[in-house]
């Protein structure tokens, strides 16, 4: 099946008591049984739902994968990934990572004695001068956030199947119509369906999809013994959002494409963050492992003034600043204030993370109305 098939009928049966099209909403916590552990697959909620099954077997589909998991929100399923591993274990992740990802490993997980390493990876051969005995896991998100780097996965794949580590991959960002992480050597693909899956900022999720089924069952079992599961009405929202993905991200990449061209040529704009841009110090990576290159990108002002940065925030009507990214309508965003507040000044300066940088998730309006909205706000600075 092509992406643009499985996105609307990957893993989905039509419901075999009414032959409804869609899933209903099964808003149910528990489900009868005739005799005791006679019951027909569900026993419990947190266990199973049939909603959250449909789902499930999407975002299976849809990655690539054999067996999806969805949990309450993209950091949720980033803790269950976590709970594989024991104290003593190491972590090599990317550093220019998504701010709570980098809370939730340097605060709590560090606290039950994991270790991790944040390096640059825009040299993917780097990773190797970090592995050790006690290495487990390389966590890669690509493109980055907010600095849109591409890390090269097929490279990350084959170190990671030479020295026996499990890889993860953060595809919030490209979703699996831009790349398909697994396809390229990674065990485990993560996404803040909250993100471009779910698409219509109105729900927090998160998912994993996996091959391996030794793999999935861990993680099920995490799942389930831990409990950070989303409910049926969330999951039959991210489920009518994938059905739409390939023509949304059609037109995020379009818009983003316009927005970024526009910018580079703007006189008070210093550097523009896509990897569209042949100067891109990763543009053959993206062009060999992407589709396309995406609605999200990042700019910087001349002067690097947070003040300007602000006032064009303030400024943009279209663009409404807020945190999150990948819905239908275009956000804005202040890195340095918001999404990465809580990594140190000087370990997100390092990254690039500067006073004056701007990101933007270009939504679906109107490419027109997005560049006059930006050209009334940068007349302000
Ligand atoms: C938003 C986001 C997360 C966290 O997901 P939540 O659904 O907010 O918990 C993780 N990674 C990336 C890249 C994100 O954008």
């Known amino acids: 099946m092509d992406f643009n098939t499985k996105v609307i009928h990957g893993g989905q049966v039509h419901d075999p008591s009414t032959g409804a099209v869609m899933p209903p909403i099964y808003q149910t916590s528990t489900y009868a049984q005739t005799s005791p552990g006679d019951h027909k697959g569900y ?3 947190r266990t199973g739902n049939p909603t959250r099954t449909a789902l ?8 690539n994968g054999n067996y999806g998991l969805a949990f309450a929100s993209g950091l949720a399923s980033i803790d269950a990934i976590m709970k ?15 701010g709570g990802t980098f809370r939730l490993f340097s605060t709590i997980f560090k606290k039950f004695g994991i270790n991790f390493h ?3 990876m825009n040299d993917a051969e780097e990773i190797e001068n970090y592995i050790n005995s006690k290495t487990k896991v390389i966590w890669v998100e690509s493109p980055t956030n907010p600095m849109l ?6 490279k990350c794949g084959e170190i990671s199947k030479k020295h026996d580590l499990m890889l993860v991959v953060d595809n919030t960002f490209a979703t699996p119509y831009l790349q398909c992480p697994l396809d390229f050597g990674a065990d485990v693909v993560m996404h803040s369906a909250t993100k471009y899956l779910g698409g219509h900022s109105d729900v927090v999720m998160g998912a994993l999809v996996v091959k391996d089924k030794e793999l999935a069952d861990k993680l099920y079992f995490i799942q389930n013994a831990s409990g950070a599961i989303c409910g049926p009405m969330d999951s039959f929202l991210v489920l009518r959002g994938i059905k739409t993905l390939h023509i949304r991200m059609q037109r995020h990449c379009e818009n983003g494409r316009a927005v970024a061209h526009y910018l580079k040529s703007h006189p008070k704009i ?7 841009f042949e100067d891109h110090p990763n543009h053959d990576i993206a062009l060999s492992q992407m589709n396309d290159f995406g609605g999200m990108l990042s700019f910087t002002l001349k002067g690097n003034k947070k003040s300007d940065a602000i006032t064009v925030l303030e400024n943009l009507k279209v663009f409404t600043l807020a945190e999150s990214l990948g819905g239908v309508e275009s956000l804005s965003g202040h890195p340095a204030s918001m999404t990465h507040a809580s990594i140190p000044k000087e370990e997100r300066e390092k990254t690039g993370v500067i006073d004056s940088l701007i990101r933007l998730s270009v939504g679906i309006e109107s490419e027109n109305d997005l560049i006059k909205d930006l050209e009334n706000a940068l007349n302000l600075v």
């Open 43 to 45: 026993e419990y909620s």
């Open 56 to 63: 499930e077997n999407s975002l299976a589909s849809i990655e």
């Open 84 to 98: 594989l591993l024991e104290p003593g274990d190491e972590v090599i992740s990317t550093n220019d990572l998504y």
């Open 118 to 120: 944040f390096i640059g």
């Open 149 to 154: 780097n591409i890390i090269d996965l097929q």
């Open 270 to 276: 210093d550097r523009v963050y896509w990897p569209g």
